[in-house]
T-cell receptor, first 116, second 111 residues
Framework: NAGVTQTPKFQVLKTGQSMTLQCAQDMNHNSMYWYRQDPGMGLRLIYY???????DKGEVPNGYNVSRLNKREFSLRLESAAPSQTSVYFC???????????????FGPGTRLLVL | SQQGEEDPQALSIQEGENATMNCSYKTSINNLQWYRQNSGRGLVHLIL?????REKHSGRLRVTLDTSKKSSSLLITASRAADTASYFCATGVYGNNRLAFGKGNQVVVIP
């Protein structure tokens, strides 16, 4: 199993450009999450999807949109990137596993985004 | 808002020593989890303790939870250079699968 995968790994954008961050999981998890991580701020939840077909705002949703394309995939879109969106973005999923709890989250490797 | 708050923020120890870090939270929780993040990588789950548990062990990890003080501690015994990482606590509440993460503790283990 690949677990949680994210693409791209790195991206540089100019202010105002748009892009979509892709995330996929192969663990048959119902819930998926997008976080951003900034120095000294820990992880902040942007959006999450409790199940296929549902999405909800997290702590810092402004400037982002999401799509839960199917059970495996959850994408994050920046319609008009701003320098304040320079960050590391992590996708995560959760659900029961052979050696884990329902509440355990599994993280992707992250996407490092720089907005100039 | 951030639920977990770790203390101290940075810790530097010699290999073989124990490392202890604390986490406090503000509201009622269902569970508290600790995650590790190696530099440039995603977070990896270490251990989960439920609100009705007081102590839990996993290998060299020991977690305690004091719900009356709304605090938890993570102890790593006999630390190794490979334990160098950031450690985050995260709290889960009843009714949803969201987690609130703290700001993290950076631990450096000197060989």
């Amino acid at each position: 199993n690949a677990g949680v995968t994210q693409t791209p790994k790195f991206q540089v954008l100019k202010t105002g450009q748009s892009m979509t961050l892709q995330c996929a999981q192969d663990m048959n998890h119902n819930s998926m999450y997008w976080y951003r991580q900034d120095p000294g701020m820990g992880l902040r939840l942007i959006y999450y999807s409790a199940s296929e077909g549902t999405t909800d705002k997290g702590e810092v949703p402004n400037g982002y949109n999401v799509s839960r394309l199917n059970k495996r995939e959850f994408s994050l879109r920046l319609e008009s990137a701003a320098p304040s969106q320079t960050s590391v973005y992590f996708c995560a999923s959760n659900g029961p596993g052979q050696h884990s709890y329902q509440e355990t989250q599994y993280f992707g490797p992250g996407t490092r985004l720089l907005v100039l | 808002s951030q639920q977990g708050e770790e203390d101290p923020q940075a810790l530097s120890i010699q290999e073989g020593e124990n490392a202890t870090m604390n986490c406090s939270y503000k509201t009622s929780i269902n569970n508290l989890q600790w995650y590790r993040q190696n530099s440039g990588r995603g977070l990896v789950h270490l251990i989960l303790i439920r609100s009705n548990e007081r102590e839990k062990h996993s290998g060299r990890l020991r977690v305690t939870l004091d719900t009356s003080k709304k605090s938890s501690s993570l102890l790593i015994t006999a630390s190794r250079a490979a334990d160098t990482a950031s450690y985050f606590c995260a709290t889960g509440v009843y009714g949803n699968n969201r987690l609130a993460f703290g700001k993290g503790n950076q631990v450096v283990v000197i060989p």
